[in-house]
């Protein structure tokens, strides 16, 4: 991984626009270790390269998968020790394995519940038929 030109790097606002994230959750990522090696100005202002835009962008889409910052952290870790794609990837598949698991037990839960309301609805419905029958 070179380092980025100073051409390359951008200011946290530049980031946020590019990202949708806030300069408040860029912060506590870095904090949280899940964007490691922000480089700052000799005025102490962070600043960021392509390679951070890009794990800003790959931490946003983990997100929106339904992985935890913890679950994110662990797969930097596992980057981090084993130095591999493969092995995070591998550790990535089984995370988002137990993901679909968890979604399809939901699922069913929430098909049962539907199920469930359906069925009080026409009781409520069948009370309300007789009680008007009876209001003539």
């Known amino acids: 991984m070179s380092k980025p030109s100073e051409d390359a790097l951008m200011p946290i606002s530049q980031v946020c626009r590019a990202t949708g994230l806030s300069a408040r959750t860029v912060r506590y990522y870095e904090e949280l270790g899940l964007l490691p090696g922000v480089r700052r100005r000799a005025a102490g202002r962070r600043v960021y390269g392509p ?44 995370l988002l394995c137990g993901h679909i698991e968890e979604l399809d037990l939901r699922i069913k839960d929430l098909g049962a519940l539907r199920d469930e309301i359906g069925a009080y609805r026409t009781h409520v419905g069948a009370r309300l038929k007789k009680l008007r029958g ?3």
């Not at 890009?54 to 596992?78: D, P, Y």
């Not at 980057?79 to 598949?93: F, H, N, P």
Request: glycine letters at 8%; zero cysteines; charged letters at 30%.
């Open 51 to 94: 390679d951070e835009l890009e794990r800003l962008r790959f931490i946003t889409r983990l997100k929106a998968l339904g992985l935890s910052l913890q679950e994110v952290a662990e797969l930097n870790a596992v980057y981090a020790i084993e130095g591999s794609t493969k092995a995070m990837l591998e550790r990535l598949d089984q």
């Open 134 to 136: 009876g209001e003539g």
